[in-house]
């Protein structure tokens, strides 16, 4: 069973930065899409962005656009989500998800990853 692992997760002040990284447990696993969700205290898991295979394809949530990078590398099996602009209400537990899919729902979604928190101090 592959397993997905979250890292890069931290306190920082609005306005700064924040690289989160997702590894794949097996070498050999290269889903169609790899994405980011969120989900803060008390609400539902929210899509924030993916990435297809070949990283030409990327699609972002409206509150994030222009702030939020995501990448790929599939020599490493890790997907990236480069955090910028950061502000309180992106604060929340990220999570990376892969599938064979690029939609924004998250039962498109096989795989998922324990989760990295993220505080934003205003």
């Known amino acids: 069973q592959v397993q997905l692992v979250e890292s890069g997760g931290r306190l920082v002040q609005a306005g700064g930065s924040l690289r989160l990284s997702c590894a794949a447990s097996?070498?050999?696993?290269?889903?169609?899409?790899m994405a980011w969700f969120r989900q803060a205290p008390g609400l539902e898991r929210q899509f924030v962005a993916v990435?297809?295979?070949?990283?030409?394809?990327?699609n972002y949530a409206d509150s994030v656009k222009g702030r939020f990078t995501i990448s790929r590398d599939n020599a490493k099996n890790t997907v990236y989500l480069q955090m910028n602009s950061l502000k309180p209400e992106d604060t929340a537990d990220y999570y990376c998800a892969a599938g064979n899919s690029l939609r924004t729902g998250r039962s498109e979604y096989d795989y998922w990853g324990q989760g990295t928190r993220v505080t934003v101090s205003s």
């Open positions: 990435i297809n295979r070949s990283g030409t394809y990327t």
């Open positions: 097996e070498r050999a696993f290269s889903p169609a899409g």
